[in-house]
């Protein structure tokens, strides 16, 4: 007769974590390479950047889980992937069910001593097609499980960029895509806002305890965001804004500079929620605080061929959409409503 | 539902050290050999009739009686990515569903055999919507039959059960390395209970053992990349390994009947594929799968009384297809009727799939039975005594008159 598990299975995978090591500047960040040669992105793709931070981040006991996109297509090409840790395809929805899968297996080997008993990182990233749309139930499910140690990333891309850019519901309000074409009748076709992502997983996943945007244009802190997700215990998840230059049409040697904008302009928000407390990062902090005013989204939109159809009306709603988000959400950039008195206030 | 759940919680608390006998499910005979297995991750989502055997499974954790990582996923889909994904790392899993559940999971049912995952899923048969039917049909498993899932229909709780302990040994065998799927029809077997000899733990231990993947395991100390993007180059050649693995899974399936007999003293060789009844003088036969075997064999025997020369043939394994077990056994008949529990619209003389299938497997025979599909007992309609005796009449006109008439017939439809 087997022995009744009264052990807390919560403990027990907390036995399985790696430590919080913190990278405290360039000086710091590890040489060794664990997404190396063999992949096909285009230049200036800097969601391969995120690939190659987040693993670098987390080292060389980590299992990759890649749901399908640019980042499975471009980088796994039959007898020249590009990864160093073992690495296993996932289905486009699937990101949050791969991590589950693959944290709940080692659990149970791990605990039955079938395997040894040892930290064992599992990462499952998806683009913004494969998590923000497709996989969400899957990423909502799997960051309701407290017992298992996982990270999901979802690197941004805005739009379903593998299959030829098409609009996805992470592309900005406007954009051009091959779905949503600017025309003689429409000059706009894809008329919904982004999704807020973390807000929304944030606010509906309380047992979740890191999550975080992140942005390749900060390198260190998103390798710092890695590190905590996976040694903070439980499902964590973050999201990366990486410019496209396939899909937002701008020259590669602007990626960079692109990331930065989009937070300069407030577009895009720097944040983690760690164990529940909210903390802004880098600029995003100077904005929120009041030190760095906000550069108008013009200034972003008018580099990227995506939104070369914006007139002046489509400019202005966009930053009257930007403006809300910093002047009248409850918690500005992170939660999108404000209580009733204080709306009625404004 | 709760009497149910009540006795898989008396049956947990039953030792497992000892062979014994129990009066269980279909469904619950199924759970006992996934504790007796030592599963380490099951995942679950509701949906009748096979979600029966993850409330015994459930009940049993419970109890403390089992040690496994159990999930309810939020969907099928999420529900079969997660067992695959648990079984790359090397965990034994288990899974199943039925009728638009299964559906729902395709994507993950695709997948699965292409990535040569070892993985045993039940499913409980039934019909899929719309309209709405809890009843059995088999459509819902038949939609996998040219992916690389193994594919067995059994008839009773015992089969069952035994048939899990057999679909881990060969799923698992490196030489197969394909998920298999235990079809169960609903109601008749995932709901009725038979006496059931439940084996001892070390019993389980001597036949099954551990599941290893060596150089495939997805772990840090292996770092391999799996499921690359490989295009035209190599498709064709990952294609051919799965159909090698399927190949091969035929004698890997006859190695564990024999074993199984070593160990558990039930004895399936002489029926590992295909179950005869009644045939040795037999002029004409009917064929079919699962539990329509209960309503045919009763018949058999009541037209035999009549001096009749019937008998039956269950199929049992669909995938991989026995085509000389057979050729050998049918071309012996004069006529050979197929019932199907399914329905393929627009296929070939319109009939059912097993019905299709077998008629071309007999294709190349120099002497070849005349043969006939039925159609009937969809969405669990009870198919008759008289329904089967009418099966039998349209064959012996069929022999009468030297041709198959009707090719494919819809049996018991109110007109
Ligand atoms: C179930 C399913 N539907 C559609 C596709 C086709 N498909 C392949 S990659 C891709 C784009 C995914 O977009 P995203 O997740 O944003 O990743 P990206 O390509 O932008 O990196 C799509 C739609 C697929 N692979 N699977
Ligand atoms: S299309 Fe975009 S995401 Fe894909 S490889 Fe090119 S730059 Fe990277
Ligand atoms: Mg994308």
Redo the contacts between chains.
């Keep these: 007769?087997?022995?009744?598990?009264?052990k807390d299975e919560v403990a027990e995978v907390r036995e399985t974590l790696q430590k919080f090591v913190p990278i405290k500047g360039v000086r710091q960040v590890p040489l060794e390479e664990f997404f190396t040669s063999g992949h096909r992105t285009c230049q200036g793709c800097e969601s391969s950047v995120i690939m190659k931070l987040m693993v670098k981040a987390a080292g060389?006991?980590?299992?990759v889980?890649g749901s399908t996109g640019c980042m499975?297509?471009a980088n796994?090409?039959?007898?020249s992937?590009s990864?160093?840790?073992?690495?296993?395809?996932?289905?486009l929805?699937?990101a949050?069910?791969?991590?589950?899968?693959?944290a709940?297996?080692?659990?149970?080997?791990m605990?039955?001593g079938?395997?040894k008993k040892e930290p064992?990182n599992v990462i499952a990233f998806c683009g913004d097609g494969g998590g923000a749309d497709m996989g969400l139930?899957?990423i909502?499910?799997a960051l309701t499980?407290r017992d298992y140690n996982l990270l999901i990333l979802l690197y941004d891309n805005e739009s379903y960029a593998n299959t030829d850019i098409q609009v996805s519901s992470l592309s900005p309000w406007g954009a051009c895509t091959s779905f949503s074409p600017s025309g003689k009748a429409k000059r706009i076709m894809h008329n919904r806002w982004k999704k807020n992502v973390v807000g929304m997983l944030a606010a509906g996943h309380t047992e979740c305890k890191y999550l975080a945007t992140g942005n390749a244009s900060d390198a260190i802190d998103l390798m710092n965001k890695v590190r905590k997700a996976l040694s903070i215990g439980g499902p964590t998840f973050i999201h990366t804004l990486d410019p496209c230059t396939k899909g937002w049409d701008y020259d590669p040697m602007f990626s960079h500079e692109l990331g930065k904008l989009a937070i300069e302009t407030g577009i895009w928000v720097q944040y983690e929620v760690e164990n529940h407390k909210l903390r802004m990062n880098g600029i995003s902090k100077n904005i929120a605080e009041g030190r760095t005013p906000r550069k108008p989204v013009k200034e972003y939109l008018l580099k990227q061929g995506r939104f070369n159809h914006f007139i002046d009306e489509d400019f202005a709603y966009f930053q009257k959409k930007v403006d809300e988000q910093w002047e009248q959400w409850w918690l500005p950039g992170v939660i999108p409503f404000a209580k009733e008195t204080e709306a009625v206030k404004k | 539902m709760a009497a149910k759940a009540e006795i898989a919680g008396q049956a947990a608390k039953t030792p497992t050290d000892i062979e014994h006998e129990e009066l269980i499910s279909g469904s619950e005979a199924i759970a006992h050999a996934v504790s007796l297995a030592d599963v380490d991750v099951i995942t679950a989502y509701p949906i009748r009739p096979y979600d029966t055997v993850m409330q015994y499974v459930a009940k049993m954790i419970a109890n403390g009686d089992f040690d496994c990582e159990f999930i309810v996923a939020e969907s099928e889909h999420s529900q079969f990515e997660i067992v695959k994904h648990a079984s790359a790392v090397g965990a034994r899993v288990f899974c199943g569903s039925s009728g638009v559940g299964w559906m729902y999971a395709f994507e993950a049912l695709t997948v699965t055999p292409a990535l040569r995952i070892p993985m045993v899923a039940m499913v409980g048969n039934r019909a899929l919507d719309d309209p709405g039917a809890f009843g059995v049909e088999h459509n819902d498993a038949l939609a996998v039959r040219d992916l690389g899932w193994m594919l067995i229909w059994v008839d009773n709780a015992q089969e069952a059960l035994d048939t899990a302990l057999i679909a881990y040994r060969v799923a698992e065998n490196r030489k197969v390395f394909l998920p298999c799927a235990i079809c169960t029809d609903g109601a008749f077997l995932t709901h009725s209970q038979y006496s059931v000899k439940v084996p001892s733990k070390a019993q389980v231990d001597r036949f099954l053992p551990p599941y290893k993947r060596d150089d495939l395991l997805l772990h840090p100390d292996n770092p391999i990349t799996i499921a690359p993007q490989v295009n035209e180059d190599w498709v064709m050649e990952i294609r051919k390994q799965n159909d090698e693995a399927m190949k091969r899974a035929k004698g890997v399936i006859a190695e564990a009947y024999r074993e199984f007999k070593e160990v558990f003293g039930r004895d399936y060789t002489n029926s590992m594929f295909i179950e005869e009844y009644m045939t040795d003088d037999a002029e004409i036969v009917l064929l079919g799968m699962g539990t329509i075997s209960m309503p045919a064999r009763v018949t058999v025997r009541k037209l035999r009384e009549q001096g009749k020369k019937i008998g039956f043939v269950r199929l049992k394994w669909l995938r991989p297809f026995p085509t000389e077990e057979l050729r050998k056994s049918l071309a012996r008949f004069k006529a050979v009727g197929v019932i199907d529990r399914d329905y393929s619209f627009g296929s070939p003389s319109d009939g059912g799939v097993v019905f299709n299938e077998v008629r071309a497997a007999l294709y190349p025979l120099a002497k070849r039975p005349l043969m006939s599909g039925f159609i009937a007992g969809l969405g669990g309609r009870e198919v008759t005594i008289e329904n089967i005796t009418q099966m039998v009449e349209m064959l012996e006109k069929s022999v009468q008159i030297g041709k198959a008439e009707p090719e494919t017939h819809w049996i018991g439809v109110r007109e």
């Design positions: 007769m087997p022995e009744p598990i009264t060389a006991r980590t299992i889980l499975y297509v796994t090409t039959y007898y992937t990864w160093v840790t073992p690495w296993m395809h996932t289905q929805g699937s949050g069910s791969a991590a589950m899968g693959t709940a297996g080692l659990k149970a080997l605990r039955k079938k395997i064992i139930s899957a909502s499910a499980h």
